[in-house]
């Protein structure tokens, strides 16, 4: 089937009436109008050619269009439908090219850091003229007065290459950017978009453009820090657990004087119970009030049950 052709169309209307001639059932309206066509889709029709025509003696009569059934006349509308779908596409396409052109002045009025510049290498950074022509450039500075860009040590010849390049995510390689960059004041910049040196400018979105990374994103905050360990406190959980609590008392003592929370906890539990040392009520309340004042849950709970059973109203809750 050829991309364009043209083919006959169809009757939607097929009522039956009498023929004029032979007075059979078996006069229908037929339709040889011919419509351009795109493959199978409609674009637009050459010819408008309605008969009624006798299935049983071949008897046709022409039927101009404007007496056409109704709803036959509301079916022409699928004579149109490649039509609408054209200017459709070529309006998409016009006001695509005027909204970038719109965001391009923004972008230049507007800079943001990663902003993207497909440029002329001869023109922008002033090397000799090549076949391949093409650079990338991205903004890394900028201030009132001045742009400073960093420039890509590719050449390409297609702007299909830049884009390939960065839907493989090529810019973000260690090499792809020279290391020296070229600074240039807001005027110059605005100048080498209007004489077309700079002929395409973008801004990533979410780090990306044509679904590859431009940028390195920023490295993710881990899902859970998790609490900082005291190597004293640890030291004295494993005397603790081994049955040596003088050691995990000395362990606990150095973790709780070093501003750690949970040895402050721990020094307070073994002066409530007497583990490792004589029983200090005192004492335990005083460091586990301590770890409290830290925001340690726990110390919170083992204080507030130590003050049921000692008068904790001298201790410093502030």
């Known amino acids: 089937m050829l991309l364009f052709n043209t083919a ?18 078996h006069f229908s309206l037929s339709n040889h109008s011919k419509v351009l066509r795109f493959s199978i889709l409609p674009i637009i029709p050459l010819s ?20 056409l ?8 509308i699928k004579y149109f439908i490649g039509l609408v779908l054209i200017v459709y596409i070529l309006t998409k396409a016009i006001l695509g090219i005027h909204e970038q052109a719109d965001n391009e002045i923004r972008y230049l009025n507007e800079p943001k850091k990663f902003d993207t510049y497909f440029v002329y290498s001869d023109k922008f950074t002033g090397e000799p003229k090549r076949i391949n022509n ?7 500075e900028f201030d009132d007065k001045s742009m400073t860009f960093r420039v890509a040590n590719y050449t ?8 390939i390049a960065m839907r493989t995510s090529m810019l973000v390689q260690d090499d792809y950017f020279s290391s020296k960059t070229m600074t240039f004041t807001k005027q110059q910049v605005k100048q080498f978009y209007e004489d077309n040196s700079i002929y395409k400018i973008m801004r990533p ?4 453009l044509y679904g590859g990374f431009v940028m390195h994103p920023p490295k993710p905050k881990p899902l859970y820090a998790g609490v900082k360990l005291d190597k004293h406190n640890q ?10 609590f003088k050691e995990a008392m000395e362990s606990f003592t150095l973790s709780a004087k070093g501003g750690y929370s949970w040895g402050q906890l721990n020094l307070g539990q073994m002066y409530r119970d007497g583990q490792g040392t004589e029983i200090n009520n005192e004492k335990a309340a005083y ?3 301590k770890a409290t004042l830290q925001g340690n849950p726990k110390a919170k709970i083992e204080l507030a049950e130590l003050c049921l059973s000692y008068d904790c109203s001298k201790l410093d809750t502030q």
């Open 134 to 140: 093409l650079k990338v450039a991205q903004l890394v």
């Open 235 to 244: 030291q004295g959980i494993t005397y603790f657990k081994d049955g040596q």
């Open 205 to 208: 979105e979410l780090y990306s």
């Open 156 to 163: 390409y010849k297609y702007n299909k290459d830049i884009e």
């Open 8 to 25: 006959a169309a169809d009757v939607f209307y097929k009522k039956q009436k009498t023929c004029p001639h032979c007075h059979s059932e």
């Open 287 to 289: 460091w586990l009030n």
């Open 48 to 67: 408008i050619n309605y008969q009624h025509q006798c299935d049983a003696c071949g008897y046709t009569s022409a039927v101009s269009w404007y007496s």
């Open 69 to 76: 059934p109704p709803l036959e006349l509301a079916s022409f």
